[in-house]
């Protein structure tokens, strides 16, 4: 999921209305989400463990949970993410391919030391100590990349990569995924998309100028116009719905 502010869609809502249409034929109507807000995620493993991989474990614990849950288990899982959830949605089939269906990732990062210097960029000179404090506290789900779920798992996987996206830099991780793509994979580059594929170009642009991160300014939330940016990329919404039918 994506963490966002009161009265703020997510592009689950408009999946679901999709989903539940009555234009749909019933089998795709049943559709159950988990949300998974990353606000808040890196307090789950107490203190002293801090760190963006905690969020390979807390997914991990969702899967288990539903996999092992009397109803639940039979429902097909699909994973879908944005940005840094983006990364968790590809990188679950590398220890759940057998229960995963398909994958979506909106702008995903290719790793997690990646998203790390992406919010702090000072730390990019830091990044052979953060990896080994990843891998020594997390072990080798710290290193998962989606370029290894490209390459080692064949589970149907859609990846939308925006060409105007200066948080994750989708230009260089495109090619990366290009270098690995293979017949499963459905990746996408849009040339004029912000970071935010799954708005409007409108809404993207405002998100962009007024709530992105890094900043120097602090957000003004109060004056922040929340219809604005609740303006869906509906085309790409129902191509994903397509995806997921197929």
Not at 206 to 216: D, G, L, V
Request: glycine share 6%; aromatic share 12%.
């Amino acid at each position: 999921g994506i963490g966002t502010q009161k009265r703020n869609q997510t592009y689950f809502n408009t999946l679901l209305k999709n989903l539940k249409s009555s234009s749909m034929d019933d089998k795709y109507k049943n559709y159950l989400v988990v949300a998974f807000d990353f606000t808040g995620c890196m307090s789950s493993g107490g203190k002293g463990v801090h760190g963006m991989p905690i969020v390979d474990h807390d997914n991990r614990s969702i899967i288990n949970y539903v996999i092992r849950h009397p109803t639940l288990k039979n429902y097909p899982i699909y994973t879908m993410g944005h940005s840094w959830g983006g990364h968790t949605a590809m990188t679950s089939l590398l220890h759940d391919d057998e229960h995963i269906k398909k994958a979506v990732a909106f702008n995903p990062y290719n790793s997690h030391v990646d998203c790390t210097y992406s919010i702090k960029p000072t730390l990019k000179i830091f990044t052979p100590f953060i990896y080994l404090y990843f891998l020594l506290r997390f072990g080798h789900t710290s290193t998962y990349k989606v370029v290894d779920a490209i390459k080692y798992t064949s589970n149907p996987k859609m990846i939308i990569c925006g060409g105007v996206d200066q948080i994750v830099k989708s230009k260089h991780a495109y090619q990366k995924f290009l270098k690995v793509q293979d017949e499963n994979v459905n990746l996408r580059y849009l040339k004029d998309v912000t970071h935010f594929s799954y708005l409007s170009d409108e809404a993207g642009q405002y998100f962009t100028e007024h709530i992105s991160f890094p900043r120097k300014d602090p957000i003004d939330f109060k004056s922040l116009e929340c219809e604005k940016i609740n303006h869906l990329n509906i085309p790409l919404l129902e191509e994903i719905v397509k995806f997921l039918k197929q």
